[in-house]
């Protein structure tokens, strides 16, 4: 049991470290919810589409540079620490986020613009792939005993405080600045905001003490030594790399693309869209770390099982149920039960992938099999949704979407019976034979 200091000071490792994560997360969020806007301003037009796929494109290039951001980066702080590797992606994304924040429009500044919106996206994308596999790595080497999966939780939890955050700043603004303004300037508000944020954050994340478990450790590999061993484990990367592929696609449909959804497809009020948008982080804040204790009691697999199922046979009839007669109640409806799916299997999986990952590559093994699922699947989501619907004349096909994703994570949930789990099974020889020897220590 820990005593009433020791339970205030672990609330503050997690506070401090995953303010960075709430910032990336922001920031990605409001790139998301002002799709439109953006594309107004940087990739002007005469067809409204090929503008708006344009701005998504660009939204989608920045998890592009995840995977080299994982492979880098996550070699920095599996050699260097946790604590300065977090610090660095820190900064990373507050230069990205201030680019796209000040940039003149495509009017001032011509093709520069949007030039310079893609490299901002590119820094951007570059931290945050290892941002999230830095902070679960973290959490799940400060989480007590037997609460490994209520710890990393609070991971993706502080992405969910982002998304009420993001929602709550545009229902407000949709409210007191009008439309066309909001579509010349105001959408510039929100990412000057988190600019603000980031001093904040950064001496927060300063204070943070590195990991017992990592100080302890006599060998610290080098970059070299990381990416052999990251490699030959590949098949675990892969598995990785499906797992998080149902987390990535559904999260970005309930939050990135609602907005978008909403308006564009639905035909629906911006404030009502946002509205559902808020009510989904309050709901993901609250099944995730629901989540995360369950599986510390009941294991992760039966969870990641149930989510992908139910996933599979609901999605689609789910979405077609909305198109079928658009409304607030139905926006909300359809989207909280997303959410519950969502937070259920996140917070499990989140604890499983840091479990499987060897110990001595767990930050860049993590953070390549999360930002390969983000590059490939996850981030591009608003865009393959909005060119399914625009190609089918089907507004339900971002239900098949999330289907096919839900497929990946029950194959991979199936998958990974063999690999080693929780200190508690031996990974079979077919698998990288650099597995054993690391977990075995850790």
């Known amino acids: 049991m820990l005593t009433p200091a020791e339970r205030k000071a672990k609330i503050r490792s997690v506070v401090r470290v995953a303010s960075g ?199 610290h590999p080098t970059s070299m030594q ?13 598995t990785g790399m499906m797992l998080v592929t149902m987390t990535t696609v559904s999260f970005y449909t309930i939050t990135a693309y609602t907005p978008t959804f909403g308006q564009q497809v639905l035909k629906m009020s911006s404030t009502s869209s946002y509205v559902v948008t808020l009510c989904v982080g309050l709901t993901n804040l609250f099944w995730l770390p629901l989540s995360g204790a369950l599986s510390d009691r009941i294991g992760r697999r039966p969870i990641l099982v149930a989510c992908t199922l139910l996933a599979l046979v609901s999605a689609y009839p789910a979405m077609s149920w909305l198109v079928a007669a658009p409304s607030f109640g139905r926006l909300l409806m359809v989207e909280l039960w997303l959410s519950f799916l969502f937070g259920c299997w996140n917070g499990a999986m989140i604890p499983f992938l840091t479990e499987i990952m060897p110990a001595e590559v767990r930050t860049s093994g993590f953070s390549l099999a999360y930002s390969l699922a983000t590059a490939i699947f996850g981030g591009f989501t608003p865009l393959i949704a909005t060119w399914l619907i625009h190609a089918t004349g089907n507004k339900a096909m971002p239900g098949v979407w999330l289907s096919v994703a839900a497929l990946c ?34």
Not at 143 to 163: E, I, L, M, N, R
């Open 21 to 219: 994560n709430f910032l990336e997360m922001f920031d990605f969020m409001v790139y998301g919810y002002y799709a439109k806007a953006i594309a107004n301003a940087f990739f002007p037009s005469h067809d409204e589409f090929a503008s708006l796929m344009a701005a998504l494109a660009t939204f989608g290039a920045g998890f592009l540079m995840r995977p080299l951001g994982a492979m880098v980066l996550g070699a920095y702080i599996d050699h260097h620490g946790r604590r300065k590797g977090l610090i660095l992606t820190l900064m990373l994304m507050a230069a990205g986020t201030l680019s796209i924040a000040v940039v003149p429009g495509y009017t001032v500044i011509g093709v520069v613009a949007p030039i310079l919106v893609l490299l901002g996206r590119l820094l951007q994308g570059f931290s945050a792939g290892v941002e999230l596999g830095g902070v679960s790595v973290y959490l799940s080497e400060i989480a007590t005993p037997g609460h490994k999966g209520f710890y990393t939780s609070w991971q993706s939890g502080s992405q969910q405080v982002a998304v009420v955050f993001a929602a709550t700043l545009g229902v407000l603004l949709n409210k007191f600045i009008a439309g066309p303004q909001m579509t010349a300037w105001g959408w510039r508000i929100p990412l000057l905001v988190g600019c603000a944020i980031i001093p904040f954050v950064f001496l927060i994340r300063r204070s943070l003490a590195e990991t017992e478990d990592f100080l302890k450790r006599k060998h």
């Open 409 to 442: 994570g029950l194959l991979a949930t199936l998958a990974t019976l063999s690999i080693q789990h929780e200190g508690q099974e031996h990974a079979p020889p077919a698998l990288a034979p650099a597995v054993a020897a690391p977990r075995a220590a850790a």
């Open 226 to 238: 990381i990416f052999r061993t990251t490699i030959a484990n590949w098949r675990i990367v892969l």
